[in-house]
Every structure is written in structure tokens, then in C-alpha cells.
RNA sequence: GCCCGCCUGGCGGAACGGUAGACGCAGCGGACUUAAAAUCCGCAGCCCGUUGGGGCGUGGGGGUUCGAGUCCCCCGGCGGGCACCA
């Protein structure tokens, strides 16, 4: 299927020639892949400057999306561009190819996970391949393949002998009808998406790598990210967290199970007399010491560990507390005490687990105080309220102001009150100031067979061994079962069996697997040299690294990149990097949106199966039922507002496609795939083929000794094209450079429509082979094409240098300035640029406009911004 | 709940603090055609006015400025992330 038209009377004698891009578009993208036009060496010799243009890999699904298409496309202009502009670009593409989904697939369908993999993995490449991207395909791979995640495992060990990884117990979601752990999207009101078992808390012994021995360096290398969105800097510091506050110990009234006292971190040590209550994790050692001797307690935190441990389900649930009867003395207040609670909203995770609870200052203590009926006792006075009367209602207040009700902190400003408090308990010796961070060590053991094994044996006389290097990689069985709950590694009949690599005994393989952001944590530098016998090979990641431009989706913002920093930084001090930051560039793309549908018995119907009448109303195509018209949002299957890339691009091409989701709206932005923007595009498509097969009638001829006006209006067009379209590529302003480029080929069908001379001609044939220079980041194919026919036998498009500007060309003879009045716009005129202040004041009052509106007034002010504006201020 | 964004005609959007609405989509009018499709040309923020022109307008409210879509504060709506989805 190629063209919709099937109407024979569009055969007719005289066809319009039309651009048949069935047949340009497989041979253009032969032509690129047989002059080896997107490959560069692992270490270039050339001198060229480089550029490292990386998208994020797709996980192979099955089938490209839209978001694919957009993200590729975005990434696939900058190669193009910066190749023209003289770098030497490295382009690579290859697969996140480990995940739940083929697991999902293997329970639910009896496909194995690798088959299920691979078979997606080749659909997929085939319909990225339509799409012309300018990817080097020999540097391919895929994380589920030995010879990538084995080098992996070497990284890992080395990370191992390097002190950065670390085993210790974690708290996970635990299915017990499935038995398995689940992800936080797994649980679903508090039970497991596929058995339906009320999800518990367990604890894991799990493997952990230290991103947190980075932190302070993971923080402030963000001020040098210079190309990075600001909000993702900043989702990234939060993240991280770092806080400056006070660790103290609140003695107990009594020791519970040896234990005498708790300590608690805080980063208000200056509400310390606003205290009413001492809060504890259900997880806190001394709940469990609690536990021990008191039912109620026990019977409280195992209804805690009933609730899911995402951040999401603790804050927004509601808050439960336990009363354990203990007391705290307050460290400033002589014979004060507290009552210990046991709350679910304490995170054991953050901390010590254990807070002091400040109500009028804090919303969570003041929401657990008001439902226990505990006290709240302001402490911070907001600037010009009254001490007398200022009280807490239903806020708690987290604003500045001065302590009161404070002992010797009264009158302190809540900064200079912390330094005091700080330095009272230091005094005390029962606290200190202390630094927290909020980012946790990154728990990588994930109990599912597709994913990359953890290369360790766990003997019971050598402890953990590392699996020697000349036995990696350590490959995932072929034969697994699925028919069984809990993880097929573990139920596999031989694989875990193995001999101790340091005394021989029998021992047992590790069973866990990676985490699949390990995967996705180091892709961007194996892509430097994809066939080393080592993880890198270190003279390409020095050519290479950083990635100058990484594009992809928002999403990503705060764990895959912080994870890859951590990443870098850990092969940075493994001498496998010489940088610690892996993207020196980063864009973020918005998603791609439709409008979604609903039969009137609230079925979701797909784009495909309704029509829009020309009265607007909206049907189902084959019955004519009526369709609701839902909201426009992101593509899903589930609601089925879906469009297949595949048959856009059958239908209309992958120019057009590619054009289109660049002329939408800005690439940051959500932009909204519509059918009548993509039949616009394809328009546009057929126009430019129009303008070029007319320039191209034009006899080639030398140029001509001088322009006349309507050829100098044409050139002038031209250069101020490139120079804008430069200017809008390189600021990622891709829908500003189709705008332009729709202007300019206006500018030629104006000029098209004048009487032929041989000066035009040139002019004409200039303009179309610039045009299809500057379209070629975005609409490769049809570049070329155009570019063939202007200079049949020449370069590939693909091969040439980017357009120059001529500077005399750009230059212009007037410029309009606004005359406002008051602010007001009264006028415009047109003046010489650069005319100075005298003689343009004289010409803006000269305007009738302008006269009348100044006639009679004071002018107190006159203001002139030379070529922008004129700004008379009347007086009173 | 916490953190981070976004909001401009019917729609997507453009706009170094300086003429708001470039360009496109949808729409309307015209040309071409026996007719239609395709194509080409033109109109178009809203309101008032025959014209010249005037008023109002960038989610709402306030502020800074000669001048605010743009900077600051408050409010509203929509979206992203929240550590085992990728």
C-alpha cells in the first residue's frame, strides 16, 4: 500500500507529477547505508570535532509508539544538523531489552522471555529503519545478550572490590499467593495485581550499590550541568535532599529491651519546645522490642506492614499511631516528658526513624496531633502576629519568624534559634549538629530470572565469593519454568548448584538479578566501542564522552539520569571512565497526546474505527452510532487513543511523519497527533516537490552579473532563511524552523508566479536547492530527491556542508519601530537602521496618529530604544 | 501528601521586558473544473464604527516598570516524579 488514491481518473493522460516517496524513501536510506554515510571509528583519527547524539533506547515492546517516533526523530535532526555543521557524529541505537513485560508474557502466553525479546527486538529495528534515521546499526545492541550484560557483571565486581556495594536488609512489597515481590505499580489498593492477595511487608536480605557515598558530589556537579533543563536540576538536588539539621537522644523513662534512649534527627532543632510527642517507625528496633512484650503493639505494626512502601501510599494514607506508654525527657526541659508513639508515618528509611513531633510546625505531626488529641503549642511566631493571640488551627505554620514559648531560644529567628539549639545539645552532650541526605543507597537485587544475574556465590564456610572474571559472564539458563510462583532462577533444578571459586565446597549461585536501571546505567558508554573484549575500551569513551545531547522523556528525570551519573562516577574510580558526568546536554521531550473515544456503552474505541461528519458530530464509522469525545491525553492502549506509526508512515511516508510531530509545537511540550496536522504535513510534502520539479525546469546556468528587484527579493529570502533555521535548530526551536521553512517556500511560489528572466532563474534555482539543504535534518528522503534533480550526479545531501549565510544579503534597508503613546500603540513607521534619537523622535511626532494623540499634553517623558520602540510618557 | 512543570484566537503555537497572535491546522470567499478532488489566490483575535479609527484582550487577582505573555507575590486548573514499570 502506498498511495490512497485509487480513483482511476487520477491516471488520467497528463498525471501531476507527484513525489513518490514508496519508492525514494527505501532507496535513499539504501543509498546513505551504502556510502557508510552515519559511521565513525570507536577512536577517529580524522580531526574532526565530535559530537555523541544518544536518544534513550526503547524497551522492546513490540511495536514503536509515537513517543519513539517523536524522540527519535528530535534526536535524528541534531545528527543530521550538527554532521552538516562539520562534526564527526557518533548516532547509535540499541535495546533496554530486560523487564517485566517479557516475564508477563512467558506466565500469561508460554513464550519464552528470550524468543518473545529477540522477535520484538527485529520488528522493531525494521520499523525504526523506515524512518530513515541517520543511526550507525553496527554499533546495535541489546542488554539481554551475554556479551553486554557480562561485562556488566565485570563492572559490578569491580565495583564489589571497590567498596561500593554493599549487602544489607531492605523492605519490599511481598506478594505471599504469588510469592514474589512486588513493583509499587503491582499493588493495587493494597493488593497484588495478579493474585489478589493482600500485599505484606517483608524484609530482604538485598544487594545495594552506594550511590550515597556520592551524594555531596552528586549534588553540587548539578550547578556544572549548564545544559540540563533547570527543573530537572532541580527534581535531581531534591532528590538528593541534602539537610542541615541536629541528631539527639531523647532519653527513655524507662529502658525497654535494653534499649535507654532514642534517637531522633531533626532539621528543626529550633521547634524543639513546641515538642509533644516522640514518634517511631513500625520497622524501628524498639517497636520491635515493644512488640515483644505487648500484643496491641505487635498487632499495630503488623496492620503497618499491610500498607505499601511507596513514599505515595505512607503520606497520603491516613495516620494511624500506637501509644506505647513510654515516656522521653525533653533535653532543654527540666521534668518534662513525652509520650513514644509508634506511627505509620514515620519512614525507618530516613533518618534515624524516629522524629520528635513539633504539631504547630510541621502538617503531619499537627494531622497525627489533632487525631490523638496531643497538644499543640506554637513556637515560631510569624513576623508582625501577636504572641498573645497567634494559634494553629487546621496548618501547621512552616514559615519564617521568631521562637516564643522557647526558654532561651525567645526572640531568635528561626535560623540563628537552630545555630542555638544546635549548640545547647552539644553543650548537653545529647546531640549534635548533623548533615542528612534523603537519597538511600539503590537496592539492585530483584527476584525474576530476566534480568542480568548478580555474579556472586554465596558459600557457607567463604562467605560471599565473586565469581572469578575468567568465568563471566555467568548466562541466565535457558530452560526456566513459569509454571510455578516465585522466581525461576531459584526453582531451576541446577543452575544455583555450583562449587565454591575459593575452597571447592558445594555452594550456591546468587539468584537475584539486576535491577534493570543497571542495564540502562552504562549503555551510553559501551555504545562507544560495542565490540570491546572489555567493558570500554578507554581511549573511545575518552574520544566520545560525555553525550553532547541526550534526548528523551521527563520521566527520566530523577532516577535512570541520577543513576547513570552514580554509575559514571563508580567507573570514574574503577578506571574504566575518565568523566564523572554522562550527559553534558540534556532535552527532555513532552509526550505525544490524542483525543480518545467512548461508544455509548463506554467502550474505547480506537482513532481508526471513528469519522467526523463535516457537522461535527463524531461517529462510529461502520454503524453510525455516536461517539463521546474524551479528553486529549497521553496515548495508551487501555484507552485506545492510539495511532500506529507503522501505518502513518505506509500511508504517508516517514518525511511526513517526521515533519509533522516537528511542526506541531515545541518538542518540551505534550504536542497532540492529529489527522488533519499530518495530512498538513503531507501537503507541504507534495508543495515542495512542486516548487523544486518547477525550479527545476529552469535552464542551470552560470550566474548572472547582477539581480534585479524581484531575484534580490528572493536571494535575500533565501539567506535569511538559513540564518533563521540555523538560529532555531540550534536553540531546539524545531516547530520555529518549520515555520520558517514554510514561509520561505511561500516566498518562492511568490517568486514563481513573477515573469521568468535569467537572473530569477538562478535566484529560483538557488532558493530550491537551499530549501532542500535546510529540510534535510527533518525530511531526509525527500532532501534528496529534490537535491538530485537540481544537480543529478552530485553529493548526497547527507555528505554536504550546511548552507552559508551571505551577510550582504541579510542586511536591510528599514526597519518599522513602534510609537506608542502612554504605552499605547498609535503608530508605526519605518525608519533607516540605527536612525538616532533626534530624527526618529521628529518622525514618530510627525505621524497624524501620533499628533493628534499628543496634541495639547505635557510630554514628560520621551523614550526612544533604538529600532525597537518610541515611547512618549504625558505628564499630569 | 511532598517535589517539579505548564496555561496565548476555534485549535497547535510565534514573540532579546519594546507593534501580541509569525507559521500551520480547521474555517470562510474567490480562481481553475461540466462537476468534484487536487492546486492556486485572498480574508480572518473579540467588540464598536461606513471609513479614518477606537476599546478590550496572553487562566484569575495584585505588584514592579515609560512599557509585562515575558519579572515578583497570591489563587485556580492541568500534567510529570515519588525509589521494584521502563
Redesign the pocket.
Known amino acids: 500500500m502506498t498511495e490512497t488514491t485509487t480513483d482511476p481518473?487520477a491516471a488520467a493522460p497528463e498525471p501531476?507529477r507527484r513525489y513518490d516517496f514508496a519508492a525514494a524513501e527505501p532507496r535513499w536510506q539504501e543509498a546513505w547505508a551504502a556510502r557508510g554515510c552515519f559511521r565513525v571509528a570507536d577512536v577517529p583519527t580524522d580531526g574532526r570535532p565530535k559530537y555523541y547524539v544518544l536518544e534513550m533506547f526503547p524497551?522492546p515492546s513490540g511495536k514503536i509508539h509515537m513517543g519513539h517516533v517523536r524522540n527519535y526523530t528530535l534526536g535524528d535532526v541534531v545528527a543530521r544538523y550538527k554532521r552538516a555543521r562539520g562534526f564527526s557524529v557518533l548516532h547509535p541505537m540499541g535495546w533496554?531489552a530486560f523487564?517485566?513485560?517479557a516475564e508477563n508474557a512467558a506466565r500469561e502466553r508460554g513464550i519464552h522471555p528470550a524468543k518473545w525479546t529477540w522477535d520484538n527486538i527485529a520488528a522493531m529495528r525494521a520499523e525504526l529503519q523506515r524512518m530513515g534515521l541517520s543511526l550507525e546499526w553496527e554499533r546495535e545492541f541489546a542488554t539481554c545478550d551475554p556479551a553486554y550484560y557480562g561485562h556488566q557483571q565485570k563492572l559490578f565486581l569491580d565495583f564489589l572490590r571497590a567498596g561500593l556495594v554493599e549487602r544489607k536488609e531492605s523492605w519490599?512489597?511481598w506478594d505471599p499467593v504469588d510469592g514474589t515481590?512486588?513493583?509499587?505499580?503491582?499493588v493495587i489498593d493494597g493488593r497484588g495485581w495478579r493474585s489478589g492477595a493482600l500485599v505484606e511487608k517483608k524484609q530482604?536480605s538485598?544487594w545495594f550499590l552506594r550511590i550515597t557515598h556520592y551524594a555531596p558530589e552528586l549534588l553540587d556537579a548539578l550547578a556544572t550541568l549548564d545544559r540540563w533543563p533547570?527543573?530537572v536540576r532541580?527534581?535531581q538536588a531534591?532528590?538528593i535532599g541534602r539537610s542541615e539539621g541536629a541528631r539527639l537522644r531523647f532519653a527513655l523513662d524507662r529502658p525497654a529491651e535494653g534499649i535507654t534512649d532514642v534517637e531522633v534527627y531533626t532539621t528543626r532543632p529550633d521547634t524543639l519546645y513546641g515538642m509533644s510527642f516522640l514518634a517511631i517507625a513500625p520497622e524501628h528496633p524498639l517497636a520491635a522490642g515493644i512488640a515483644a512484650r505487648d500484643p496491641k503493639a505487635a498487632a499495630f505494626i503488623a496492620e503497618c506492614r499491610r500498607h505499601g512502601t511507596?513514599?505515595?501510599a505512607i503520606?497520603?494514607g491516613e495516620k494511624h499511631g500506637y501509644d506505647t506508654g513510654l515516656r522521653v525527657a525533653h533535653p532543654f526541659v527540666k521534668d518534662a516528658t513525652f509520650p513514644v508513639w509508634i506511627a505509620n508515618f514515620v519512614l525507618m528509611d530516613y533518618g534515624t526513624g524516629a522524629i520528635f513531633g513539633c504539631p504547630a510546625h510541621d502538617?503531619?505531626d499537627l494531622d497525627f496531633a489533632r487525631k490523638y488529641a496531643l497538644p499543640v503549642t506554637p513556637v515560631v511566631l510569624p513576623p508582625g502576629a501577636d504572641a498573645a493571640t497567634f494559634a494553629i488551627e487546621d496548618t501547621a505554620y512552616v514559615g519564617p519568624g521568631t521562637a516564643f514559648n522557647s526558654g532561651f531560644l525567645d526572640g531568635l529567628a528561626v535560623d540563628a534559634a537552630k545555630r542555638a539549639a544546635i549548640a545547647a545539645l552539644e553543650r548537653a552532650g545529647c546531640g549534635a549538629g548533623e548533615v542528612n541526605w534523603?537519597?538511600?543507597d539503590?537496592?539492585v537485587?530483584?527476584?525474576r530470572y530476566w534480568g542480568c544475574p548478580i555474579p556472586v556465590i554465596h558459600c557457607a564456610a567463604c562467605g560471599i565469593v565473586p565469581v572469578p572474571d575468567d568465568q563471566l559472564p555467568v548466562r541466565l539458563p535457558d530452560d526456566v519454568s513459569f509454571d510455578r510462583p516465585g522466581n525461576p532462577l531459584d526453582h531451576h533444578p541446577s543452575w544455583k548448584h555450583v562449587a565454591c571459586p575459593a575452597c571447592g565446597a558445594a555452594a550456591r549461585r546468587e539468584t537475584d538479578t539486576f535491577?534493570?536501571?543497571v542495564d540502562s546505567s552504562w549503555y551510553y558508554a559501551r555504545f562507544c566501542s560495542p565490540h570491546a573484549a572489555t567493558p570500554v575500551d578507554r581511549a573511545a569513551v575518552d574520544h566520545w564522552l560525555p553525550v553532547d545531547q541526550y534526548i528523551g522523556g521527563?520521566?527520566?528525570?530523577?532516577?535512570h539520569l541520577l543513576y547513570s551519573r552514580f554509575f559514571a562516577r563508580a567507573m570514574r574510580d574503577t578506571g574504566h571512565l575518565g568523566v564523572a558526568e554522562p550527559f553534558a546536554g540534556l532535552f527532555t521531550q513532552g509526550m505525544v497526546t490524542h483525543e480518545s473515544y467512548r461508544a455509548a456503552d463506554g467502550r474505547w474505541l480506537y482513532p481508526e474505527e471513528v469519522e467526523r461528519r463535516p457537522d461535527g458530530a463524531t461517529i462510529v464509522r461502520d454503524t453510525g452510532a455516536p461517539v463521546t469525545v474524551g479528553r486529549v491525553?497521553?496515548m495508551s492502549k487501555s484507552r485506545r487513543n492510539t495511532v500506529d506509526p507503522g501505518a502513518i508512515i505506509a500511508r504517508y511516508g516517514a518525511d511526513t511523519a517526521r515533519w509533522f510531530i516537528l511542526?506541531?509545537?515545541?518538542p518540551d511540550?505534550?504536542?497532540?497527533w492529529?489527522e488533519?496536522?499530518v495530512?498538513?504535513a503531507y501537503?507541504?510534502t507534495?508543495?515542495l516537490f512542486r516548487l523544486a520539479e518547477a525550479a527545476a525546469d529552469r535552464p542551470a546556468a552560470p550566474p548572472p552579473a547582477s539581480f534585479g528587484p524581484a531575484a534580490l527579493a528572493l536571494r535575500r529570502a533565501t539567506h535569511r532563511t538559513i540564518a533563521s533555521v540555523s538560529e532555531a535548530l540550534d536553540g531546539f526551536?524545531f516547530?520555529?524552523a518549520?515555520?520558517r521553512l514554510?514561509?520561505f517556500a511561500?516566498a518562492i511560489?511568490?517568486a514563481e508566479r513573477a515573469a521568468a528572466t535569467p537572473d530569477l532563474d538562478w535566484a529560483r534555482r538557488e532558493s530550491v536547492g537551499i530549501l532542500a539543504r535546510l529540510v534535510a535534518p527533518m525530511m531526509p528522503h525527500l532532501a534528496e530527491d529534490v537535491h538530485a534533480r537540481l544537480a543529478p550526479g552530485a553529493p548526497l545531501v547527507a555528505e554536504l556542508a550546511w548552507p552559508e549565510a551571505d551577510p550582504a544579503l541579510l542586511a536591510t534597508e528599514t526597519i518599522?519601530i513602534?510609537v506608542?503613546v502612554?504605552?499605547?500603540?498609535?503608530a508605526?513607521i519605518a525608519l533607516p537602521p540605527d536612525t538616532p534619537r533626534d530624527p526618529a523622535l521628529a518622525a514618530a511626532r510627525a505621524e497624524p496618529?501620533v499628533a493628534r494623540?499628543l496634541e495639547g499634553q505635557r510630554i514628560a517623558?520621551e523614550?526612544h530604544?533604538p529600532n525597537?520602540?518610541v515611547?512618549f510618557?504625558l505628564g499630569a
Not at 515481590?181 to 503491582?186: F, G, K, P
Not at 511540550?669 to 497532540?672: N, Q, V, W
Not at 502612554?822 to 498609535?826: H, M, T
Open positions: 481518473r501531476a524497551y533496554d523487564g517485566l513485560p519490599v512489597n515481590v512486588l513493583a509499587n505499580e503491582q530482604l538485598q533547570e527543573r532541580l527534581m531534591n532528590w511507596s513514599e505515595v503520606e497520603t502538617q503531619r534523603r537519597l538511600r539503590w537496592g537485587s530483584r527476584q535491577d534493570t536501571f521527563i520521566e527520566h528525570a530523577i532516577l491525553e497521553a511542526s506541531d509545537n515545541p511540550r505534550d504536542m497532540e492529529t488533519s496536522g495530512a498538513g501537503r507541504f507534495q508543495r526551536a516547530n520555529v518549520v515555520a514554510h514561509e511561500n511560489a511568490e518599522t513602534a506608542q502612554n504605552g499605547k500603540l498609535r508605526a496618529n494623540a517623558k523614550i530604544v525597537r520602540i515611547n510618557v
